[in-house]
């Protein structure tokens, strides 16, 4: 069985620009959740869908947007992107919203804002 | 004060010899235990899921949860050099994503 897949894998942007990263989850895997991962604090939650609605979102600025697709895929968009946005960005998939503890990384986007 | 707090290490060991790996937590409402193996430019992999109090093995792999003493560990018996990574241990309180608190990680190295 496949795993979990983003792309790109890595991304160069601009201070100012927006960025669209995608997820495709495992097979039969419903729910997907987002994480930013950087050195300094580490692996935070951005945000966790199932059934294509947001069900929460971690504290981040309303410049993080995301959404989910019927077939449970997903993207996240960051818009006037700021230095600090550089990061691993991470989605996760599980089987559904009571499974979230047994979550499946994918490999990440590397976003390097210059 | 951090909800959990981890070694970051670097921690550097003999192959073969037995690694022990930590984590302290604040927030007595966890239950849900999780140890993730993260390699350099991948994401991470869930090596241990375990709920409450007690002991899961899982080849080389057992991990701890002493919910008294708020600590968990993570056990390495014959440590190979394919073990080097990062160590994240992460904590929920339920079965929400949104609440799943991740450690800072702790880098291991395996020495030939």
């Known amino acids: 069985k496949a795993g979990v897949t983003q792309t790109p894998r890595y991304l160069i942007k601009t201070r100012g620009q927006q960025v669209t990263l995608s997820c495709s989850p495992i097979s039969g895997h419903r729910s997907v959740s987002w994480y930013q991962q950087t050195p300094g604090q580490g692996l935070q939650f951005l945000f966790e869908y199932f059934s294509e609605t947001q069900r929460n979102k971690g504290n981040f600025p309303g410049r993080f947007s995301g959404r989910q697709f019927s077939n449970s895929r997903s993207e996240m968009n960051v818009s006037t992107l700021e230095l600090g946005d550089s990061a691993l960005y991470l989605c996760?998939?599980?089987?559904?919203?009571?499974?979230?503890?047994?979550?499946?990384f994918g490999p990440g986007t590397r976003l390097t804002v210059l | 004060q951090k909800e959990v707090e981890q070694d970051p290490g670097p921690l550097s060991v003999p192959e073969g010899a037995i690694v022990s790996l930590n984590c302290t937590y604040s927030?007595?409402?966890?239950?849900?235990f999780m140890w993730y193996r993260q390699y350099s430019r991948k994401g991470p992999e869930l090596l241990m899921y375990t709920y409450s109090s007690g002991n899961k093995e899982d080849g080389r792999f057992t991990a701890q949860v002493d919910k008294s003493s708020k600590y968990i560990s993570l056990f390495i018996r014959d440590s190979q050099p394919s073990d080097s990574a990062t160590y994240l241990c992460?904590?929920?309180?339920?079965?929400?994503?949104?609440?799943?608190?991740f450690g800072s990680g702790t880098r291991l190295s395996i020495r030939p």
């Open positions: 927030n007595s409402a966890f239950q849900y």
């Open positions: 996760a998939s599980s089987l559904d919203r009571l499974n979230y503890n047994e979550q499946f």
């Open positions: 992460a904590m929920n309180s339920d079965s929400s994503a949104s609440k799943i608190i």
